[in-house]
């Protein structure tokens, strides 16, 4: 087990380069078992959520090659197993995106369920209700969601809610189905969009991704591509924040800034200076700024997994500011570990209140979850003395080299092993 030391109160200045989107990365490298031959994936993170997918993909018979420079080969040609153990599934949460294109490459799937950060139920009615409605016969069998189908047809699937792996999920799916499905109330996020274009550089038809109404004509087979995945919006905005929240000067570049509006717009409104590049991001701020109220929602909306980044910059601010989360309902874990470092924060079920302090104090924290580690650790570069931050192994699922990329922008960050 590793934590992390970091040194305080350094504003942050440079540049620092988005890497792959681990949420773009995981459905396409899921959805590449879809493929007859060698699919070459660019832009891929090395992270351990990644490495775990990578673990599912090569446990189901695929035979993997990583290259220098975030490449990723997957050879689909020994496919021959259907089966997802509880031991990999548990990892990720994200390991539950196999089911859908496993479904429709070999008519059977079983699948533990799924594992990932502990920020609420996160059930997966979603994806069965779509996967069933596409002719697929689902059953639990001790602890294991187990789905059969000799094909699949297309449907019309309306979702409750836009469920991001549910979409993605369904979409997958229905690329290999007969006839034509029609997703409505689909999620909009870029992540979609980037998987939509994926299958359709193998030969999909998919139209209206990045809308709420996704339409996907089956088609009989889909061939090898190259394909590189979009950059990570919930690490770029992380690193703006940090920014801000360090009184620094960071351009974030490799990053769309469209993605991370939801955001910007969000720091424009407390007074921050957000300075909008093409490819790239410039936050150049010294305090003060104000509170806001910020609420999470389905994209174009605040993200909720900027929600915990967020909450340390309100604790910052002046003011006070009211975080509403929409998305997960047990997403405010931070609050009592940013509480130690002396931030003001009441939380009442869905809702925290965050009164702003003039500084934080460096003190030994723990990382319960991926965005809460973030989170964190941009309350231990701002703080005054030095912050410790154990079970990083959360932020490592998320995060590609973030000690590197921080301590390039000037902080004092170190890894060292917890004892
Ligand atoms: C994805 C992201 C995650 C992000 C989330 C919301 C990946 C790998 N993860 O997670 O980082 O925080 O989108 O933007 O892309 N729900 C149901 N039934 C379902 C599915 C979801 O009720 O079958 C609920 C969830 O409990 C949650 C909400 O819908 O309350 C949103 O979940 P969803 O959009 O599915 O998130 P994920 O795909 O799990």
Known sequence: ME????????????????????????????ASILADGIVTLYNIPRLSDVFSMCDILISLGCD?????????????????????????????????????PLLAKTGYVSISMPGGCPIGARPIDLHLKGLSALGAEIENRRGSVVAKAKKLSGAKIYLDFPSVGATENIMSAAALAEGTTVIENAAVEPEIVDLANFLCAMGAKISGAGTDTVKIEGVSALSPVQYSVISDRIEAGTYLVAAAATGGDVTVKNILPDYVKPLTAKMTEMGISVEIGEGSIRVNHRKPYHSVDVKTLPFPGFPTDMQAQMTTLLSLSEGIGIITETIFENRFMHASELARMGANIKVTGRSAVVEGKKALTGAKVK?????????????????RGDTEISDIYHIDRGYMDMADKLRQLGAEIYREEEH
């Not at 496919?79 to 990892?91: P, T």
């Not at 990382?367 to 703080?383: E, F, M, P, Q, Y």
Request: charged fraction near 15%; include cysteine.
């Open 367 to 383: 990382a319960t979850d991926l965005r809460a580690g973030a989170a964190l650790v941009i309350a231990g570069l701002a703080a």
């Open 3 to 30: 934590k992390f030391v970091i040194c305080g109160g350094k504003p942050l200045c440079g540049t620092v380069s988005a890497s792959g989107a681990k949420n773009a990365a995981l459905p396409i490298l899921a």
């Open 64 to 100: 993997l090659t990583f290259s220098d420079g975030e490449i990723i080969t997957v050879n689909t040609k020994g496919l021959k197993n259907s089966e997802v153990s509880y031991q990999l599934a548990g990892r990720l949460r994200g390991s539950f995106l196999i089911m859908g």
